[in-house]
């Protein structure tokens, strides 16, 4: 998920006075909301890995009853990077290396290295008000591919802690111990006493070029640390996020939001162009329009109900197949709305701040889930327990 800094800076750069007050017709009824917390911003930076995994653990303290929690992300990005670094050495290089991620390496932390409250690591050391990581992944990039190619011959015992410097002189250093409403913490007995047990939780895509029912790598740029997600039909992806938020469960959910339908006014819709092109007298409004106009009269639209895709398994396959489909950004389902025509929209917190026209908040419909997903994090309780047998959860 690395392009959604690319995502990130350009909402800022477009979002004027003007584009933030736009006027929607859309009117959503919430039919289920779940509780979550507050819209926070990733800036300009490519985490939204983190920023949405945390905010569904969030999302799972208050499902539990644990009370309302702010979590570090730039603990985890701190310890990410590190993690990656060793990683890119030992491959000699041919890893990603940059500011991406995914739900697993959320996990993976809190797990191994525990967790730590907001206040206790915001991750801001460099002059900054707000989250910018640029100079840093720059900085961090072209260390370790100076040392990836052994310029002495074989790796010094130094450069660990030369690397380690780089990230913490940004981010800061992850305690040891800290205090927090007066009690002392480690972050691995903080994150004990939160009572998250990582186990309870399974990644799940839907893809046919690897078996259904069985484990399988996602072959994206962002999964480095090679973790692997579960592979289910399609109605049954989607029949898990509709079980997930009907149970009380919310989802994070990593997709492709470089696509037309998914604007930056708070609405994603999958539409059907072809069907649109040739809707009745309708029809000589795109004849001669060059594809880029065709995308611009369509961009007009998207205000509004429109067609949709009918989405298949095909269609699915055959965007990830051709890179049409890509690991962009990740974000939080927490909720199902209607429309003004009855149809089914998901609830999504966003970690762009709260310019947009919902103040952060996204109503992305069923189509543009099944067809853009990439994958989603989900509590193995709420999936259907039909589905749990096959995967023998």
Known sequence: MNRTIISAITLAITFSPVLAQAESTYVFTPVKELQITSVKNQNRTGTCWCFATLSYMESELLRMGKGEYDL?????????????????????????????GSFDDVRYVIEH???VPETVQPGLNYGEDMHVHGEMEKAAAGYVKVIAEKPNGKLSTAWKKGFDGIIDAYLGETPRTFTYEGKTYTPQSFAKELGLNMSDYVVLTSYTHHPFYAPFALEIPDNWRWTESYNIPLNELMGTIRNAIQTGYTVAWASDVSETGFTSNGIGIAPDVQAIETSGSDQERWIGLSAKEKNEELRKRLDKPLQELSVTQEMRQEGYDNLQTTDDHAMHIYGIAKDQTGKDFFMVKNSWGTASHYKGHWYVSEAFVAHKTINILVHKDAVPRAIRAKLKL
């Open 72 to 100: 570090s992300e730039m603990f985890v990005v701190n310890l990410s990077y590190k993690d990656k670094a060793g990683k890119y050495v030992r491959t000699g290089g041919k890893l990603n290396f940059a500011q991406g």
């Open 113 to 115: 290295y525990g967790i």
